[in-house]
């Protein structure tokens, strides 16, 4: 049984920073990731990275965000910095149920087996 779990979140001005947090429990494949969903918004792909450490990144948080991983790959992270308004969303981690030999992992949530709850994040003034 595979367990996502994620923690991190809160409110912040912008220009501010957050350090997002994924428990994983279980065996996951090679890719895992964040994406985040606004409330009428579709949901989108922010950052990802594969076991091998090849990471992903949405052009809009290209220089502001960065993923990692522990040794384990107990826990995932991302990192955002110099957070905009239009960062605000519920972030959810996400893996693969499967190991595949790929480039770089995907941005498409359909591609993602396992689904945490989310964490919030509000950047306003």
């Known amino acids: 049984q595979v367990q996502l779990v994620e923690s991190g979140g809160g409110s912040v001005q912008p220009g501010g920073s957050l350090r997002l947090s994924c428990a994983v429990s279980?065996?996951?494949?090679?890719?895992i990731g964040w994406f985040r969903q606004a409330p009428g918004k579709e949901r989108e792909g922010v950052a990802f990275?594969?076991?091998?450490?090849?990471?992903t990144y949405v052009d809009s948080a290209k220089g502001r965000s960065t993923i990692s991983q522990d040794n384990t790959r107990n826990t995932l992270y991302l990192q955002m910095n110099s957070l905009k308004p239009e960062d605000t969303a519920m972030y959810f981690c996400?893996?693969?149920?499967?190991?595949?030999?790929?480039?770089?992992?995907?941005?498409?949530?359909?591609?993602?087996?396992?689904w945490g709850r989310g964490t919030q994040v509000t950047v306003s003034s």
């Open positions: 279980g065996s996951i494949g090679n890719c």
């Open positions: 996400a893996a693969f149920q499967q190991l595949r030999l790929a480039l770089a992992c995907p941005s498409v949530s359909a591609h993602y087996d396992y």
């Open positions: 990275i594969s076991r091998n450490g090849v990471t």
